[in-house]
Structures are given as C-alpha cells and as structure tokens.
C-alpha cells in the first residue's frame, strides 16, 4: 500500500495514532517530496489521524568510522528531521551509531565519541525545526558478527545524551529488543524516566527478535503498563510488529482488532 491508502484505511478500521514506517517515507520522498508530504500531512489532518513518531532509516549510521559515509548519513538524518517538521511528527526514531560493533575499549570510545559528536549536530538541527530525536536501545544483528554492540543498555543511551547535552534529544523504548537481552524491563523503563518519549512495543519468546503482538511472547505486560505508567508516560505505544505479517489485508484487520482488545484490557487493568 502507499503511506496515503495505509492512513485511510487505518482511520477506516478505528486506528488514529501511528508511527510512519521508513520505508513507506522513503517511498514517498522518492520525488516532489515537499508537495507529498504536505498532502500526506493534509490527509491525517482531516482523517483525525496523528503521527507521533517516525522511525528514520535502518541504513544511518552515526559513528560510521568512515567520516565520509557519516557526514552522508548525517545530511541523510537532517533531512528526515525536516520530513518530521512537514508532517507534524513530534518525534524521530534513530538507532545509535555504531552498527559495525567494537571489539576493544578503544573502539567502543571512538563509537561513544562519533555518536556524540553526531547527536550534538542533528540536535541543533531538531531543536531549529521544533521536532524532537529519540534514540532507540538496540539488540545487536548480524552485521556486528558477534561483536558487542553499543545502546542494547539504557545506560549506555543516556551515556550518550548527557554528553550531548540538548534538550531536544531522549529515548524510544523498544520492548522486544529489550526481552530478547533477557533485560529487566520496568527497570529499564524507570532508567529512561522523564527521557521516555516514545516506544515500540511488540513480545517475542526470548530467543530473537520476532516483533510479535503482546502475549504471543513471553514478556510480563503487566508490569511493563505498570512501570509505563508510574514514570507518567503519556505518548504513543506503537506496535512495531512485523512478526505478524500475513499477506491477506482481511487477516491482518482481524489481527489489529485483536490487537486493540488486548491493549485495551491491558491499559484498563491500571487506569
Ligand atoms: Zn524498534
């Protein structure tokens, strides 16, 4: 579908607070990117449809060691903050840089230096336009090949954020990424505290990363709503769950329904 029939036919099926994929923004900002997003804004606006939150591309990386591929990367992320600012998105999802991994303190340094060498820069670009980053805690993937790799920990993010220093930079919370490390979860979520501005939310069983609906995994969703909610955390939960793809659209409908059953049940469980 292109990112205007997925908006209609969310709103069509009760769904107005979304997250905009990358890859349907890419495809959108292919040409004329300025007159389509404008429309795209158009079309939510009278749709009743907010976006919170879009993720930038999976491709950025900030602490590419390589500074050419960077400064590419960084003019590629300024960009999407601009998309943001057209489409009245309050907030950019991006990974940490450093998607090669590291394998000495020195490496891991030189990654925490590029990373805030990078976010100082796209800050000042975010805080111009009046949108906001958040970055996002990570599961290492196979381009690491079996090195470690920085921002699976809160810790290491908000490392990263206190040295950049700009408020316009905080945290989005993915919790199958988070399941998947074997963290402790509300834990994790009282670390973000008042820098929690945005989430993907999706379960797996702990063996991967399978982004599936909550409770077809085996994370504790009460007490994930629970700590959500002692930090006061008002923004969007985006289900980020590609794991339930199915080719019938019908299907996938019955599955949002579903999907919306069991987040209301579990919102009610603490309102
Ligand atoms: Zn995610």
Redesign the pocket.
Known sequence: MEIEDAVRHLAEIGWFHIEYSFNHISRATEKCWKTRLKSLRETCLSLNVKAWQLHSPLSLNLANFNQKEREKDLKTASRWLEYCQILDVPYMVIHPGGSQGYRSLKERNKIIELNVESFKRLGRVAEDLGVKLVI?NMLADSKCGGRRFLGEHIYEILEIIEAVGSPSIGICF?T??ANALNLDIPEAIHECGRLLWAT?ISDNDGSGDQHRLPYNGNIDWISVIKALKSIGYQNLLAL?IPGETVKPIIVRDMKLKYAKEVLSWLLNQYS
């Open positions: 996002e993915d199958s990424h993907h980020e």
